[in-house]
Structure formats: C-alpha cells, structure tokens
C-alpha cells in the first residue's frame, strides 16, 4: 500500500480545486505541501513518468462521500499537468456516460437517494510524452440481487422507473410496460 488519503466531502463547492491549485501542487514532492487529492495524482504522475510504470489510484468510500468527485478531480489534474490541450476536459469526456450508468447502476436506499450500487475502473491511457491520450471506463453491477428484490423504503434501479415513466411513448409500446405501481412485483 502507498499513500493514503482520507478526504471528506463537505457538500459545498470549496476554493481548493481550482487551477492555481493545480499547478501550486505540479511538480511538488510528496508532503512538502498539505494533504490534497491533487498531492496524490502528482505523485502517481511523477511515478509513472519516473520509472516508466502503470499506477493505480483507488478512490473508495461510503455512498455520498465524494469518490465520483474525487475521481473527476484526479483526471482534470492530469488533463492539466499533462498538457494534453486537445484532452483538457478528460474528465468530462469520461464521465459523459455517469448519466447512463448512473441510471442502470444506481437505487435508492434507505441512506441515500441516489446510491451507487456498482464499481468502476478507468483507465487513463498517456502517451510516451506523458500526455493523456485516452480513457477506458468498465462498470461492474454489484447488486444483481436489487433487481427482482428490494427492501422495505428502497427502488429498483432507476432505469426501470424511468423506463415506465416512458411506457406511452411510441417507440416503447412493443414493450407492454405499465407504471411502475401496476408492476410492482418487479418495481417496489
């Protein structure tokens, strides 16, 4: 295990991630500044860029802790220090699916309206000069079993809810969907 990082998530847009932050931590040694998301991407960066070797950087937590914006953080900070001009909104190109996965992926619990119930891995792929050049994302469903059950005061996934929500629109009427109170077998 390398650095650890135990970050909190405030639920209010802070001023320390801007970029006078970013290029503030590029190029710093580990620990010659204060404990930041953007100190572990540095370090990451100068490993590969050191020793010619794959990284990993694990974002992990609760639901609502912060790991999707901790994520997109990382990416803009590589986009950044890189100087991939053409990749400078990385981040937004890999996270333009969120949306999509969020609405297969995500339920709501009885902590969380909007959990998270899947993983994700990205891959961040640079080029010799250490510029970004492309991002792989795959998801893993987690919990299958959310699909033909659920708890008391939780969903199904969101995509079914919306899904009926559609069910009159033409293009799904092949489906034979109700609301989703009429099939509540499935949808509770």
């Known amino acids: 295990v390398g650095i650890i990082l135990v970050a ?45 070797k794959n990284q990993s950087i694990i974002v992990s937590g609760e639901s609502g802790a912060g790991k999707t914006v901790s994520a997109r953080y990382t990416m803009r900070y590589f986009a950044t220090v890189s100087k991939s001009s053409s990749n400078a909104h990385v981040e937004d190109k890999v996270l333009a699916s969120n949306p999509i996965t969020e609405a297969v992926g995500n339920a709501k619990t009885t902590r969380n309206d909007n959990s998270s119930r899947f993983g994700k891995y990205t891959e961040i792929s640079f080029d010799r000069g250490y510029q970004i050049i492309g991002a792989n994302m795959r998801t893993y469903l987690l919990e299958k079993s959310r699909v033909v059950f659920q708890s008391e005061n939780e969903r199904n996934y969101h995509i079914f809810y919306q899904l009926c929500a559609s069910a009159t629109q033409p293009e799904y009427e092949h489906l034979k969907l109700g609301r989703s109170q009429e099939n509540n077998l499935l949808f509770t």
Do not use: T, W
């Open 8 to 52: 909190i998530n405030p639920y209010k847009q802070l001023p320390i991630y801007g970029d006078a932050i970013i290029h503030a931590y590029s190029g710093q040694n580990m620990g010659d500044m204060d404990p930041h998301i953007f100190a572990v991407a540095e370090e990451a960066y100068k490993q590969m860029a050191r020793n010619n």
